[in-house]
């Protein structure tokens, strides 16, 4: 047993834990907490920030919890513009962490609640002195932390199997832990193939014509794009509906007694079909965060019902349909902020 000197030591790392002989689950508490406070250190040691500086920037949740949390290790100011996904029980936390908080009004489009929260963060930079804005979507200084834990996680991997060639499955919020963890898997022993998963809606692989109405509090995908994404790193693209990702929670709950968030059902969804599909290497699925803030709408899903049990495999963009498609994206360029739908980008490149 090890004494940490604050709570964020103690849970920043995540547990590795053995679903069957080749896939693995990653479950983080809260996965932001690693890259959030390499980040401010990192800032804080190079003079970027001092100890007078507020850091700002705005969340749908996780990385709401670890700006506090890490601000307030550090003590340090912090100023969140929250999502409307936001809960009393996070708000409550933030609040006792020392954090000011600006909750964004209600809306049912993921759009508008990430362009407001993103207005609003430049019309607060404009009005207060010492302030610096994180943009955890896109400052790579985000990587770090989850590089460290890739690097770890190689070394453990190596001495219990010796494997030359894993398959990591990260859902791609950000882009910041499944570029960085990939970057710390990726070593001269060690080939990483990297599935990402998106929910339909998203401008980030090009869904954003797909409608999800749940894919507010889905906790992946985007609507606006995000510097972070490192295209050139995916082999494989999922996207996942928000059904499937519901189920999969339950499931990854019923079967391992992880109790994760949508993010993890749907990393868990797939980690299952590449691991039954590719009995040599070892899968690795991420577990982003918990599941207690999804719990009103994981009370009412069935897991006894499968929607869909495999993917569609497509060649096309143009070929998306819910409820979940798959796609050999072999490390292709794309471009969500051109504004141009790209529905046509096949396999071919």
């Known amino acids: 047993m090890e004494i940490h000197e ?3 030591d103690a849970v920043s790392m995540p547990k590795c834990i053995r679903v069957s002989d080749n896939l693995w689950a990653l479950r983080f508490e809260s996965m932001k907490l690693a890259s959030c406070s390499v980040a401010v250190e990192t800032l804080l040691q190079n003079g970027t920030i001092n100890r007078r500086t507020t850091l700002v920037d705005s969340s749908s949740g996780i990385y709401a919890y670890a700006l506090a949390l890490t601000c307030h290790k550090h003590s340090l100011q912090c100023h ?9 029980t996070l708000l409550l936390q933030l609040n006792a962490l020392g954090a000011s908080v600006e909750q964004v009004p209600p809306s049912t489009s993921l759009k508008y609640d990430q362009e407001f929260r993103v ?4 019309e607060y930079l404009a009005n207060h002195e010492n302030t610096y804005w994180m943009q955890q979507y896109h400052d ?4 770090e932390g989850y590089r460290r834990i890739g690097v770890l996680l190689e070394e453990l991997i190596h001495a219990e199997f010796g494997l030359s060639s894993i398959n990591l499955v990260s859902p791609i ?15 001269n022993r060690t080939v990483v193939q990297l599935t990402g998963i998106q929910p339909f809606g998203s401008v980030s692989f ?7 109405p749940d894919i507010l509090v889905a906790g992946i995908g985007s609507a606006i794009p995000f510097n972070n994404i490192e295209y050139s790193i995916f082999t494989n693209i999922h996207w996942i509906s928000a059904e499937v990702a519901r189920q999969g929670s339950m499931q990854l709950l019923a079967d391992t007694g992880i109790f994760g968030g949508l993010s993890s059902g749907a990393a868990y969804t797939v980690g299952n079909y590449i691991a039954a599909n590719d009995s040599e290497n070892l899968t690795l699925f991420l577990c982003p965060d918990m599941g207690y803030r999804y719990a009103p709408v994981l009370a009412e899903t069935d ?16 070929q998306l349909t819910p409820q979940w498609c798959a796609m050999e994206w072999k490390g292709r360029g794309f471009n969500p902020a051109s504004g141009v739908k790209s529905k046509d980008i096949s396999v071919d490149g």
């Open 6 to 8: 604050h709570l964020l």
């Open 80 to 88: 969140i513009i929250a999502s409307t996904t936001v809960d009393a």
């Open 119 to 122: 207005r609003r963060v430049h």
């Open 140 to 143: 790579r200084v985000h990587y």
């Open 173 to 187: 919020g950000s882009g910041a832990s499944s570029a960085g963890m990939f970057q710390g898997l990726a070593t």
């Open 206 to 212: 090009g869904s954003e014509d797909i409608e999800d």
């Open 303 to 318: 897991a006894s019902h499968k929607t869909q049990s495999n993917p569609l495999w497509i060649s096309t963009l143009n």
